[in-house]
């Protein structure tokens, strides 16, 4: 699904500096997805880390939001083009959890899993030494369910097809697995500064 918000501007300099190759700077904060946008009862939510098949660690609601909190601040960028400035994200970053689990990453890859049974790949050093967070705050506010609350993985150095919404756990692989959007011709990494959109760029 694919809503309002695909016109931008040009940005004057110097935040023309900031917008990757082929992007365009939008106010707006459009909304895609692939369905149906999931209703998720808190008290049935869980956050699980796995490896394989096998949960490592798992976390309610109350439980996870009791972790310690980090904010970012900072750009986003869409695979379908658009870029958005200084948005403002709250939540756990991948290194906290690992150190709330009490676990080093098993493996060097990932799948993040949302409760839309979305799947995405995402190396874990894309994800660790503070560059990614499971969000569960937009401006200040929760997130709202069109954008991927009550939790959504946060990969803003990715394009944001990697940020997962609903996210549901990481799974982690011996491999790196393609997920959903990848097994259909996008890129593995996702670089934005690359233009890494599909398999070849």
């Known amino acids: ?14 935040d023309a500096e900031r917008l990757p190759p082929g992007q365009y700077l939008t106010e707006d904060f ?3 997805q692939l369905g149906p946008t999931p209703r998720i009862d808190l008290a049935r939510w869980r956050f699980t880390l796995r490896e394989g098949s096998k949960p490592l660690k798992s976390w309610t609601w109350d439980e996870f939001e009791a ?35 009490g676990i080093e990453a098993p493996t060097a ?15 874990v050093a894309d994800l660790t030494g503070a560059k ?20 959504r993985l ?3 150095h990715l394009y ?5 919404k609903w996210v549901k756990g990481l799974r982690f692989t011996q491999k790196d697995e393609a997920g959903f959007w990848e097994l259909r011709g996008y890129h593995m990494v996702g670089d934005p500064w690359r233009e890494q ?5």
């Open 154 to 156: 946060l990969v803003p």
């Open 132 to 151: 990614a967070m499971v969000a569960t705050r937009y401006a200040g506010e929760p997130i709202p369910p069109d954008h991927g609350g009550p939790a």
């Open 109 to 123: 890859y990932l799948l993040a899993e949302g409760y839309d049974d979305y799947t995405t790949n995402v190396p």
């Open 1 to 14: 699904m694919v809503t309002r918000g695909f016109t931008g501007r040009r940005p004057a300099r110097p």
């Open 197 to 201: 959109r599909f398999t070849g760029d």
């Open 160 to 164: 944001f097809w990697k940020s997962a």
């Open 67 to 101: 972790l310690p909190r980090t904010r970012w601040r900072g750009d986003i960028h869409c695979v379908t083009k658009w870029s958005k400035f200084d948005t403002a994200w709250e939540g756990v970053t991948i290194d906290d959890l690992l150190a709330a689990a």
């Open 30 to 32: 459009p909304v895609l």
